[in-house]
C-alpha cells in the first residue's frame, strides 16, 4: 500500500481481521524510514520500531478495542512537543537533545486507548516557533511534494508525514498556525480545535493562552474522528473546557440554510491572484452547494500579527524559563564553574537556537519594567477588539467564515531569512488563536502543482459546523482539485 | 512608543532572561528587536480606551474543588535517567555566587 489510504479503511480493515496490526505498524515503520533514509526528506526526529511492535502485538489480542476503538490498527506520528512515556521529546531543541518523557500527554493516551499505533516523533520549528521547520536543531523537513520547498511548520513533520503517505494522521500543535500552515503547504487537511477543546497535558508550553494540540490528516472524516477521540474534559488540564463532546463525523451535508462569511480583510488587493483565483472556485462551489455567502468585515485582522508577535513571545519568554540545565534536558559545557546563574546563562545561550533567543529576548523586553503597558497591555486589549470582531460576526448569523489558510504557496528552503518577512506567513491563521475560535485548512486545488489551502473559521465549541462545511466542500472540490 | 533598543538594553534584558549573550549576538538582537518593534508601532495608534484585556472564556473552563490536585501518577522513568546531575534523589546544581564574587 503506497499514497494517502484513510484512517478509516485501515480500521475497518484491520478490525475485520482482513489485514493484521502487525503488518500495518511495520509497513507503516518501513515507509517512515524509506521517507528519511532513502528519500531525505528529514520528518521524524525518532522512529518508534520497537514499541509501535510491542503495541501492534498487544491490539492484536485486545477484543475490546477491536470491537469498539475508533482508530483501531491505525499508524500515528506526533509532532516532537508532545510527550510519550518512554520516548523521546526534544521539542526539536539541543536543550533537550536526549531527554525521554516520563509521561505520556493525555491526547496520546486517548489515541492509544482507541487503538492508535505510533510511529515515531516528527520534526518541528524549535519549540514550535516557526513557519517552514528549518528553525529544527536537527535541519529541515522538506516538502514531499516538492523536496526544494518548506513543508511550513512548526508542525512541518506531522505535515510531511501524512502527506508522504507514512501514517494517515497525525498530531501536532497551533500557537499561531502551526497546524493549518503546513497543512495548506503538503495539500492535506488541518485542524485547530477551539482553545479548551483538547487537553494539552503533555504538549510542551509555548505561548499559553494560544497553544492548542492539532490534527493533521488526509481527509476531514479521518480529522474529525480523531478530534472526537482526543477531545474532552481533562482534570489535569485546568483550561480544558467542559463542554459536551459532539459525534463530529465529518460526513458532508447539504449547506441550505448555512450563511459562509467572506470576510474582505483576508483578500487584500496584493493577495496572490492565483490563490485569489482558488478561493473564488471554492466560494462559487459552497455557494452551489446552497450555502448563503456573505460579505463580511473583521476590521482589527491587520493588527493581528503586531499583537500575536507580543503576546506569543512574551509568554514563551515564561514558558521557557523552565529550561534552565538543572532538573531535565542538556547541561551547557563549561557552564558550572561559576555558579548557578552563569550555568543558567550558558546551558540557554547554548541550548537555545537563534529565534527561540530572538523571541525569548523580544517577550522578556516587552513584559519587562517601563515597556509592559505600551506592548504587553496594549497587544492584549486589542486582541480583545479582535476577538469581539469574530463574536460579532459569529452572533449576525454567520455560521462560519472562508478565506485562504496562507498568502502564498510553500516557498522554498532558504528563501526567508528576515524574521518578520517568515512571522508575516501567520498573518491569516494566528486571528483564530487570538480569538480562540476553531479553524481548519483543506486543500482547494494547486497552483503550479503545489497545493492551496483553504480556511473554515467557525464560533468557540462549533467545530461540527466547520466539518460539515469542510466535508461538503472537499467532496464537491473532488480529488482532482487536491 | 519607547525609543530604539541599545546593545545595553539589550544585554540588561538578557541578563532578566539567564541568556549568556556574546557581544555579536548582542549587537544582532539588538538590530532585529528594532526591526521587529517597529512593526508593533501600529499599535499605538489603536484607541483601546473602551477595550478591557483579553481572557479565554473562563466560564466553560471551570476551577477544580479546592481539595488538592489529581492524584500524581507514577513516572514511567525516575528523574536520575533525565536530569544533568542528582545526588541522593536531589538534583546537584552549581554554588550560587557569593556576596564577593556578585556583579557589582
Request: proline fraction near 6%; include cysteine; aromatic fraction near 6%.
Amino acid at each position: 500500500v503506497t499514497g494517502r489510504t484513510t484512517a478509516a479503511d485501515i480500521s475497518t480493515a484491520a478490525r475485520s481481521g482482513q489485514r493484521s496490526i502487525i503488518e500495518i505498524a511495520t509497513m507503516a515503520l518501513r515507509r517512515a524510514e524509506d521517507a528519511d533514509v532513502r528519500d531525505g526528506l528529514n520528518i521524524f526526529l525518532s522512529r518508534a520500531g520497537d514499541y509501535a511492535r510491542a503495541r501492534a502485538r498487544a491490539l492484536e489480542s485486545d477484543a475490546v478495542r477491536r470491537e469498539r476503538g475508533a482508530l483501531y490498527g491505525v499508524p500515528f506520528a506526533v509532532k516532537d512537543n508532545i510527550a510519550v512515556a518512554h520516548q523521546q521529546l526534544t521539542c526539536g531543541s539541543r536543550i533537550l537533545a536526549g531527554y525521554v518523557s516520563p509521561y505520556s500527554a493525555t491526547a496520546i493516551e486517548r489515541l492509544e486507548d482507541a487503538g492508535a499505533i505510533l510511529i515515531g516523533k516528527t520534526n518541528l520549528d524549535e519549540f514550535a516557533m516557526g513557519s517552514s521547520t528549518e528553525n529544527s536543531a536537527f535541519g529541515p523537513t522538506r516538502n514531499p511534494l516538492a523536496p526544494t520547498l518548506v513543508p511550513g511548520g512548526s508542525s512541518g513533520g506531522s505535515a510531511a508525514a501524512v502527506a508522504a503517505g507514512v501514517v494517515p494522521i497525525a498530531l501536532g500543535s497551533e500557537t499561531g498556525g502551526s497546524v493549518r500552515q503546513p497543512a495548506a503547504f503538503c495539500g492535506i487537511v488541518g485542524v485547530k480545535p477551539t482553545y479548551g477543546r483538547v487537553s494539552r497535558y503533555g504538549l510542551v508550553a509555548f505561548g499559553s493562552s494560544l497553544d492548542q494540540i492539532g490534527i493533521l490528516a488526509n481527509n476531514v472524516v479521518d480529522a474529525a474522528v480523531t478530534l472526537r477521540v482526543i477531545a474532552g474534559r481533562d482534570e489535569r488540564d485546568a483550561t480544558c473546557a467542559d463542554v459536551s463532546v459532539p459525534d463530529f463525523d465529518g460526513a458532508p451535508a447539504s449547506l441550505r440554510g448555512t450563511v459562509i462569511g467572506r470576510p474582505r480583510e483576508y483578500f487584500p488587493d496584493d493577495l496572490d491572484p492565483r490563490i485569489a483565483e482558488r478561493c473564488a472556485r471554492a466560494l462559487d462551489q459552497l455557494r452551489h452547494l446552497g450555502a448563503e455567502i456573505r460579505d463580511v468585515s473583521l476590521p482589527h485582522t491587520a493588527l493581528a500579527i503586531p499583537v500575536y508577535y507580543i503576546v506569543a513571545p512574551a509568554e514563551a519568554s515564561s514558558n521557557l524559563a523552565r529550561f534552565d540545565g538543572v532538573r531535565y534536558g542538556r547541561r551547557g559545557q563549561e557552564a558550572s564553574r561559576n555558579g548557578l546563574n552563569e550555568m543558567y546563562a550558558a546551558t540557554r545561550v547554548q541550548g537555545f537556537g537563534p529565534e527561540v533567543t530572538r523571541r525569548i529576548l523580544l517577550g522578556t523586553y516587552v513584559l519587562s519594567a517601563g515597556y509592559y503597558d505600551a506592548y504587553y497591555r496594549k497587544a492584549m486589549q486589542v486582541r480583545s477588539l479582535i476577538a469581539e470582531d469574530f463574536r460579532r460576526v459569529f452572533s449576525g448569523g454567520v455560521h462560519a467564515l472562508f478565506t485562504p489558510t496562507t498568502p502564498t504557496p510553500a516557498f522554498p528552503l532558504g528563501s526567508r531569512s528576515d524574521p518578520y518577512e517568515m512571522y508575516l506567513s501567520d498573518i491569516f491563521t494566528c486571528t483564530a488563536n487570538l480569538a480562540g475560535v476553531p479553524a481548519m485548512s483543506l486543500p482547494i486545488g494547486r497552483v503550479d502543482g503545489l497545493p492551496v489551502g483553504g480556511q473554515l473559521m467557525s464560533a468557540h465549541f462549533d467545530e461540527a459546523r466547520m466539518f460539515s462545511v469542510a466535508a461538503a466542500l472537499e467532496s464537491s472540490l473532488g480529488p482532482a482539485d487536491r | 512608543m519607547p525609543d530604539a533598543i541599545t546593545v545595553d538594553e539589550v544585554r540588561r534584558v538578557a541578563r532578566l532572561a539567564r541568556l549568556g549573550l556574546t557581544d555579536e549576538q548582542a549587537r544582532g538582537l539588538a538590530h532585529d528587536l528594532n526591526t521587529i518593534l517597529e512593526h508593533m508601532n501600529v499599535l499605538s495608534r489603536v484607541d483601546t480606551t473602551a477595550a478591557s484585556e483579553y481572557t479565554a472564556a473562563r466560564a466553560v473552563m471551570p476551577l477544580r474543588a479546592d481539595h488538592g490536585p489529581p492524584p500524581v501518577r507514577p513516572l514511567a522513568t525516575l528523574p536520575e535517567t533525565f536530569a544533568p546531575e542528582m545526588r541522593d534523589g536531589f538534583f546537584v546544581v552549581p554554588r550560587l555566587a557569593t556576596h564577593e564574587d556578585a556583579e557589582p
